[in-house]
């Protein structure tokens, strides 16, 4: 079932229905804004905020295709374990 979710982030208001779990999106709320203070911080103010922004979410771009990749080597370490596990019975 979708619910309906409205909150600031980044000093954006933003509003939108899902299915994810509240404590998930708030969760994510939090990372974000964790992480576009720490660019905030390490940038100096030589950025401005849509740069900032573009470079948060090109690293988070970034987090989930090494994620994925991870994911899918230990999917076909198992697929290659399970065959050789059904080979010896």
């Known amino acids: 079932m979708h ?3 409205r909150f600031n982030v ?3 208001a933003i509003s939108f229905r899902t299915e994810s779990d509240p404590a998930l999106i708030e969760e994510a709320r939090d990372i974000v ?3 576009y203070k720490e ?3 390490r940038s100096g ?3 401005g905020r849509d740069e900032l922004l573009s470079f948060l979410v090109l690293g988070v771009a970034d987090e989930l295709l090494k994620t994925q990749q991870s994911l899918q080597e230990v999917e076909e370490r198992l697929a290659n374990m399970l065959r050789r596990i059904e080979e010896a019975s």
């Open 3 to 5: 619910s309906f979710h």
């Open 33 to 35: 804004e964790e992480r």
């Open 39 to 41: 660019l905030q911080e």
């Open 45 to 47: 103010g030589r950025y």
């Open 10 to 12: 980044l000093g954006t």
